[in-house]
Structure formats: structure tokens, C-alpha cells
């Protein structure tokens, strides 16, 4: 067993069991990073010491985004910036393809997607989604169908709200991907409340398919989402609220937000980035 490099996927556990590989075959090593929880790692000692170590011995760490960059160099102190190269997450674009919306008089169609559950500080803010439909609802003439896709031990909670504020949801449970695109390419805007999110694969995906994004303006999203394909809003139900109404207003060209992102984060592009950086590991 003679690699050339020992590249490891998200720092705990493959960054740390990978570091020691490393030390031990004398090989150099690299980090690919999307883990969401990166920073609280950094607090769970013993285990953020080796994985200190692991990011500081690796000769390159591949982020996901520039806010995953910070996020790993602030929690372990990292100063070297040549160590970082940000490369994204792969997309499936045969998958998720542009297709021309066919808009149903009087409906504005949303859809949302995520794991939504009960926690001490949950990363989805679906609530917020929820309540700010209900204050708009009374505001426009359109109906809003809400379709969330996903699951979690909060749907039940999220059914009821629905109910009482008298928005019409569809709760579709967890699907397959290619059932997504369906649903993504028949929607009029993708709705994403959340409070992290170190990339953004739905968001992509979303845009691949010329549906414009209204989402949370948080940690990487802001790297995705411009004037051109969505709008980025604070997580208030007032100025969610008031995202959802310009959206209404708002002309989106589906073709040229698709076109924008399509060869992006494709299996070639991602793979070609990945591939500089061993060629030029290997030239040191």
C-alpha cells in the first residue's frame, strides 16, 4: 500500500484516522471539509486535539466554502492560508435540469426541503416559513401552496401550525432525489429558513433548476444567492414576511439562473479542481 496521499473526508473521524495513516507512511495529507459541526468539535477535548493536529499537519484543507475557510481557521487557529483550497460539493446536473415553469393562475407554489427536528437550537427555522405565509396569505391575492419535503420528530408540530394558520401544506416525507427535481422544477421559488449552512446542496440544486431561492441570509449562502436568482432575508417572520412578498413581484429568468450555476459544482468541475491540487502537491 503505496498512495500517493492520504485524503481523508471530514475531520472526525476519517481527518484524524487519516492524519495518523499519514504519519505513519509518511505521506502528505488532505482534508476535505463540509462537516456543519466543525466549530463544536473544536470544543470536545480530547478529540479537538488530534484533530487540531490533523488540520495543522494536513498539507491542504478543501472547505466546502469560504465560510467553512473561516470557520475551520478561527476554531483551530489555523493562519497558514495557503493550506486552504475551496472547492464545492458535487451536484448531480443531469439530474437537477432546467425545465420551463408552466405557472398556475392565481398559485404561488413553494417548496421547501430539509430534516426538521426537535432540538436546543435546531438549525431549520421552519416556524418562521410557516408564520410569515400565513401574515402574507392575507396580503395577496394568489394562494400559496407549501409543499416541505423531509422528515423528523418535528412534522407533527409542523402539521398542526400549518393547520392553525390555515396554510396549505403538503407534507410529502422523505424522497428520493430524482422525485425532488420533479418537484423543484414544477415550483416557483425554493424557501430554505435556517440558521447554518456550510454549503448548500438543495440550494444548488434549486438553482439548477431555474427555481429561484428566498433563503436565510446566513453562514455560506450569501456565496450562492445574488439579486439575479433569489433574495436573501434576515430570520424574522417580518422580513421573511416582506422576502415572499417582492418575490411575488420580482421577474427571475429560470434559464439564466440555471445556465449560471450548471457547470459549477458538476462531477467534472469538482473532479478537475481536486486533480490541480494533487498535480501541484505532486510538483513540490
Not at 65 to 93: P, Y
Not at 106 to 113: A, F, P, T, W, Y
Not at 163 to 192: C, M, P, R
Amino acid at each position: 500500500f503505496d498512495p500517493d496521499f492520504i485524503h481523508s473526508n471530514v475531520i472526525f473521524p476519517a481527518g484524524v484516522i487519516g492524519y495518523f495513516f499519514s504519519k505513519y507512511l509518511n505521506k502528505k495529507h488532505i482534508i476535505t471539509e463540509h462537516w456543519t459541526r466543525v466549530k463544536y468539535f473544536s470544543t470536545q477535548f480530547p478529540l479537538s486535539y488530534w484533530g487540531k493536529k490533523a488540520y495543522r499537519n494536513a498539507v491542504k484543507i478543501l472547505p466546502v466554502s469560504r465560510f467553512l475557510k473561516k470557520m475551520i481557521a478561527d476554531s483551530f487557529d489555523i493562519t497558514n492560508n495557503n493550506k486552504f483550497e475551496i472547492i464545492g460539493n458535487i451536484i448531480d446536473s443531469d439530474l437537477f435540469q432546467y425545465k420551463p415553469k408552466q405557472r398556475e393562475e392565481g398559485v404561488l407554489r413553494l417548496c421547501s426541503i430539509a430534516s426538521w427536528n426537535k432540538m436546543k437550537v435546531p438549525a431549520k427555522q421552519p416556524e418562521l416559513l410557516i408564520k410569515a405565509i400565513s401574515e402574507l396569505q392575507r396580503n395577496i391575492p394568489e394562494k400559496i401552496q407549501l409543499t416541505m419535503v423531509g422528515g423528523g420528530d418535528k412534522i407533527e408540530d409542523l402539521k398542526k401550525m400549518a393547520a392553525d394558520l390555515h396554510v396549505n401544506t403538503v407534507f410529502t416525507g422523505f424522497l428520493e432525489k430524482k422525485e425532488i427535481a420533479k418537484i423543484l422544477q414544477a415550483s416557483d421559488y425554493f424557501v430554505h429558513p435556517t440558521l447554518i449552512e456550510t454549503f448548500g446542496v438543495v440550494i444548488v440544486e434549486a438553482l439548477l433548476t431555474g427555481t429561484p431561492v428566498i433563503c436565510s441570509n446566513v453562514a455560506a449562502l450569501p456565496e450562492l444567492i445574488s439579486k439575479e436568482n433569489g433574495i436573501l432575508c434576515e430570520n424574522t417572520v417580518e422580513d421573511w414576511t416582506k422576502a415572499l412578498e417582492r418575490a411575488c413581484q420580482a421577474p427571475f429568468d429560470g434559464k439564466a439562473i440555471s445556465d449560471s450555476i450548471k457547470h459549477k459544482f458538476d462531477q467534472e468541475t469538482i473532479g478537475k479542481a481536486i486533480t490541480k491540487v494533487y498535480d501541484d502537491l505532486k510538483s513540490l
